[in-house]
């Protein structure tokens, strides 16, 4: 499966911002999804992860309250919505996709197979 992450951008604090993964190649439904963000310096982190179905997403608490995950398998993207940015959710974004029948740890970048190339969101304060 081929991944291209976008909708990044400049925005203030407070402000929100949608990613889009969007995902051509093979049956998108056969991947659970994660999103992973990496700041200058410092080590890509988990920010959001969903199954295969949309039935279950978890969170890293440093963005729990304030950013959703969700997808339409209908239209093979997963999504991103960031409300409340903070100057520290500054990073390039990644969204990354697993197998459904692995077994793997949903927190950690080296369980995903496949990556989009990221989308640069920046806020500002």
């Known amino acids: 499966v081929q991944l291209q992450a976008s909708g990044g951008g400049l925005v203030q604090a407070g402000g929100s911002l949608r990613l889009s993964c969007a995902a051509s190649g093979r049956t998108f439904s056969s991947y659970n999804v994660g999103w992973f963000r990496q700041a200058p310096g410092k080590e890509r982190e988990v920010v959001a992860h969903?199954?295969?179905?949309?039935?279950?997403?978890l969170y890293a608490e440093s963005v729990k309250g304030r950013f959703t995950i969700s997808r339409d398998n209908a239209k093979n993207t997963v999504y991103l919505q960031m409300n409340s940015l903070k100057p520290g959710d500054t990073a390039v974004y990644y969204c990354a996709a697993v197998s459904r029948g692995s077994a793997y740890y949903w927190a950690a970048p080296s369980s995903f197979a496949y990556w989009g190339q990221g989308t640069l969101v920046t806020v500002s304060s």
């Open positions: 969903i199954n295969w179905s949309g039935s279950n997403t």
